[in-house]
């Protein structure tokens, strides 16, 4: 009877031993059904917390305090306003394509009297800073006024008291223009969309689009298509005789930045469409009747930002 009981409870152990092996088993075989992509996305993390514990990934080019390094110390302006003509922009209906924090924007409203402008970006955290300088040249404009306290103008810069804040804002209050006597605030607006996929502005009509330093951002995301569609966008939202104005980056730039994502790498090797080829679907395959390029005129860029400028027209 002893040994009997004995074997019955070896059997058990046997059985239990069996069972919890294969419960190990089950749990290794679901652990490598977990998809591929996925286990590197989860490498990829913790590599990028070890050696980038500190930096933010941009996929979109959507970088903070991009005009505190795109505008150079020497200059109290971002150089490509002055290679900018007047009648683009005074009196019309202006968008601007991937905005970022807004500067451009509201300079190009403050210098060339826009009768309206929009700037879209895909990140609405540039969006908020965006509208955060509105507010603040809209101050600097009030406080310049002779009606008006100079200290309005004085607020607390919070996360914004940047670079890019003092680069851009430096000269404002010096400078005399033609949306001077209209608030900024009446002109500038701005709004989060991906302009590739909303249907949010097909029943607007502009006279001029800026697309500046965006076409590489587009490519490396949305591939060919979403260049072309870009593009096609574009050629339907601007009125009959409108202004293009592009900055592409170069095919060099692609390869600098094809790895901030999946998405990125993989297109980055099906596109076929490069930069040099733009000008030519831009004229023969999407429409447009004339290009002038400014590039010529351009002086006082920051290294690695002394970029082609097209102005294509409608």
């Not at 190009?108 to 965006?130: N, Q």
Request: net charge positive; charged share 30%; aromatic share 8%.
């Amino acid at each position: 009877m002893g040994r009997d009981n004995d074997q019955k409870k070896n059997k058990k152990k046997r059985n239990t031993s069996n069972e919890n092996e294969k419960s190990v088993e089950k749990v290794v075989t679901n652990e490598e059904k977990v998809p591929t992509q996925q286990k590197q996305q989860q490498g990829n993390c913790n590599q990028s917390k070890k050696k980038k514990k500190n930096q933010e990934v941009y996929p979109f080019g959507n970088y903070r305090n991009y005009y505190g390094y795109r505008i150079s110390h020497d200059t109290d302006e971002d150089p490509r306003l002055k290679v900018l003509k007047k009648e683009w922009f005074e009196g019309k209906d202006c968008l601007d394509i991937g905005c970022n924090s807004g500067i451009m924007t509201i300079h190009i409203a403050k210098k060339f009297g826009c009768r309206s402008i929009l700037g879209v970006d895909i990140d609405s955290s540039r969006i908020e800073d965006a509208h955060w300088h509105l507010r603040k040249f809209v101050r600097m404009q009030n406080s310049a006024k002779p009606s008006e306290n100079k200290s309005s103008s004085e607020g607390a810069d919070g996360v914004h008291g940047s670079k890019e804040q003092s680069v851009s804002l430096s000269n404002v209050e010096a400078k005399t223009d033609s949306a001077e006597t209209k608030d900024l605030s009446q002109i500038v607006s701005f709004q989060k969309e991906n302009f590739v996929l909303t249907r949010n502005l097909d029943e607007n009509c502009y006279d001029t689009i800026l697309c500046l330093s965006v076409t590489k951002w587009v490519h490396l995301n949305w591939g060919d298509d979403g260049l072309i569609t870009l593009f096609s966008k574009i050629w339907r939202l601007l009125q009959p005789g409108g202004i293009f104005v592009m900055e592409p980056q170069p095919w060099k730039s692609y390869e600098n930045n094809r790895r901030v994502s999946e998405t990125t790498a993989m297109n980055y090797r099906t596109i076929v469409l490069r930069p040099d080829r733009f000008q030519e679907i831009l004229l023969d395959k999407i429409g447009f009747r004339t290009v002038e390029d400014i590039t010529s005129s351009l002086s006082g860029a920051s290294k690695g930002f002394d970029r082609q400028i097209l102005a294509f027209q409608k």
